[in-house]
């Protein structure tokens, strides 16, 4: 897609990243591969010549189904089991109303010198 892209000329090549597992672990969860792969264009994106931003917006609320649905707690408050500490803040937005927002900031930020 981004050598497409280069070949085509685009103003601006937006990719929606997400973070290397791996890395983020120090090797211990490995083979992530939509992760890490994303990592792996994102960094190759960035090299290009092709006006490259990547935005990665937090985690999709609508991931938190099955074993990632919240479980109320003896006090009342609700926890979700993920490989974080107690004191982590994570972003969860809701993809289908926010993300476009991230996205249109991108578009329109002056940084990114896109015309119009």
């Given at each position: 897609?981004?050598?497409?892209?280069k070949?085509?000329?685009?103003?601006?090549f937006?990719?929606?990243?997400?973070?290397?597992?791996?890395?983020?672990?120090?090797?211990?969860?490995?083979?992530?591969?939509?992760f890490?792969?994303?990592?792996?264009?994102?960094?190759?994106?960035?090299?290009?010549?092709?006006?490259?931003?990547?935005?990665?917006?937090?985690?999709?609320?609508?991931?938190?189904?099955?074993?990632?649905?919240?479980?109320?707690?003896?006090?009342?408050?609700?926890?979700?089991?993920l490989?974080?500490?107690?004191?982590?803040?994570?972003?969860?937005?809701?993809?289908?109303?926010?993300?476009?927002?991230?996205?249109?900031q991108?578009?329109?930020?002056?940084?990114?010198?896109?015309?119009?």
């Amino acid at each position: 897609m981004i050598n497409t892209a280069k070949a085509a000329k685009v103003e601006l090549f937006i990719w929606s990243r997400l973070m290397s597992v791996t890395e983020a672990s120090g090797g211990i969860y490995i083979h992530l591969d939509h992760f890490d792969g994303k990592t792996a264009i994102t960094a190759y994106g960035r090299q290009s010549s092709v006006p490259f931003v990547d935005v990665q917006a937090g985690m999709c609320a609508s991931n938190f189904t099955g074993a990632l649905t919240p479980q109320k707690q003896v006090d009342g408050s609700y926890a979700i089991a993920l490989p974080f500490g107690p004191e982590t803040l994570l972003l969860v937005i809701d993809m289908a109303s926010d993300y476009g927002l991230f996205v249109r900031q991108a578009i329109e930020s002056p940084a990114f010198g896109v015309s119009s």
